[in-house]
């Protein structure tokens, strides 16, 4: 399959891939990463959808389970954290970790595009044009994801230090 046949046979689904994605996620951001995330899996598995008999359908599955493992993963990171706090000693949560190591606990846990997007453009300092091309996003999806991802670390970060100068 190539470009033309996918953009017209499955990009073409992208209002209906958010619709589903908002659904499950009750989250605007998220589920525009879901979709891209779904669209970017998808058209690595051009090939699956050719002979198809109904890609459509493949597609939404894909949707749902990007959105399915995503919460999954979600709940699993909750209960560690959780565990963890409660289980580590008081001197240990009182213990200051560097910002570095902080930053990157958090740029662990966007999500995989997110992530991705931020490591090459920030930490190894490639051009947006070849993050493009490595990623297969568009500029205006590049732009969102990498935006997203630097609120989200600084929205973290603030959150995770200002809860850490209270202990």
């Not at 198809?52 to 990007?66: I, Q």
Request: charged fraction near 30%.
């Amino acid at each position: 399959m190539n470009i033309g046949k996918f953009s017209s046979r499955i990009a073409v689904l992208r209002p209906q891939m958010m619709a589903m994605a908002k659904r499950l996620t009750d989250d605007a951001s998220i589920a525009e990463d879901m979709v891209q995330e779904a669209l970017l899996s998808l058209w690595d598995r051009r090939h699956e959808l050719h002979g198809h008999p109904n890609p459509e359908a493949f597609a939404m599955t894909v949707v749902r389970n990007k959105c399915i493992d995503y919460q999954r993963k979600s709940a699993i990171k909750q209960r560690v954290i959780q565990d963890i706090s409660a289980d580590a000693p008081p001197v240990i949560q009182e213990e200051p970790s560097s910002d570095s190591v902080l930053i990157a606990y958090i740029i662990e846990h966007l999500p995989p595009l997110q992530a991705r997007i931020f490591r090459l453009k920030e930490i190894e300092g490639y051009e947006k044009e070849e993050i493009m091309q490595i990623t297969g996003c568009t500029h205006e999806a590049l732009r969102q994801n990498l935006s997203r991802a630097r609120r989200r670390i600084r929205e973290e970060f603030i959150r995770l230090t200002h809860n850490r100068t209270r202990l």
